[in-house]
């Protein structure tokens, strides 16, 4: 069967589900869709307009989290969850947290702020971005800096889908113009600079900062 991934290439969710198919060695198609102008055939496969959607064949699944389930079930042979129980809870916890807890702070703030607003001509709100760098997202990496300290992957010391969660949402903040503070975070800025530089997915970043940058010059 095709694969097909529909949803904004800026998206963490959609990098997220596109980096998980090239860790799997799957040849997929990627179709754009902007978010402020999703087109008809769209809200028929993604009824509340939600990004990423996976057309495998004539089955359409919707959400980063089930696709990536979907995929492991589908193509076992290069898993990106583990199937014992207390080693996939971790692998669970993480891949939500980065989803429900840096998301909102590094892309719904951040690069929504700093990209996305000053792209469609708005105003950057540099309050808060100053709330969420400042008061907000401190804390969830203070957790973070112990739970990779001398580890290369955080659940289990094993690649998964908690790392490609964890380093698509740190590129958003990226592009908004922010780094992680490597005297204050120096384990969790160790951690995603190796997971940074996998083959799956160096290459979506180099193309989506040119794209950006594109975007930056019309």
């Known amino acids: 069967m095709s694969l097909t991934v529909y949803g904004a290439a800026l998206s963490p969710f959609v990098r997220k589900v596109r980096v998980a ?7 997929y198609e990627h179709i754009h869709i902007d978010p402020a102008r999703k087109p008809e055939y769209f809200h028929a ?37 583990p199937t014992d129980p207390a080693a996939l809870a971790h692998v669970l916890w993480f891949e939500k947290f980065a989803d ?16 996305l607003a000053s792209l469609r001509g708005g105003k950057p709100d ?12 401190p804390p969830l990496l203070d957790y973070l800096e112990k739970q990779v300290a001398k580890v290369d ?52 970043v180099e193309e989506e900062r040119l794209m950006i940058e594109a975007f930056r010059k019309r």
């Open 21 to 27: 198919l090239r860790e799997k060695n799957l040849p």
């Open 45 to 81: 496969m993604s009824p509340l307009g939600r990004i990423p959607v996976l057309k495998d064949g004539e089955r359409v699944l919707v959400d980063s989290g089930v696709i990536c389930t979907y995929l492991d079930a589908q193509h076992p042979q290069t898993p990106l969850r």
């Open 100 to 115: 429900y807890e840096l998301a909102p702070l590094m892309t719904f703030t951040v690069f929504r702020q700093r990209v």
């Open 126 to 137: 540099e309050d808060a971005v100053k709330i969420a760098l400042t008061e907000k997202l």
């Open 153 to 204: 992957y955080i659940a289990n010391n094993t690649f998964s889908i908690a790392d490609i969660a964890m380093a698509v949402q740190v590129n958003n903040l990226g592009y908004g113009g922010e780094t992680l503070d490597s005297k204050r975070w120096p384990e969790f800025a160790r951690y995603i600079e190796g997971i940074q530089q996998r083959q799956s997915l160096k290459p979506l």
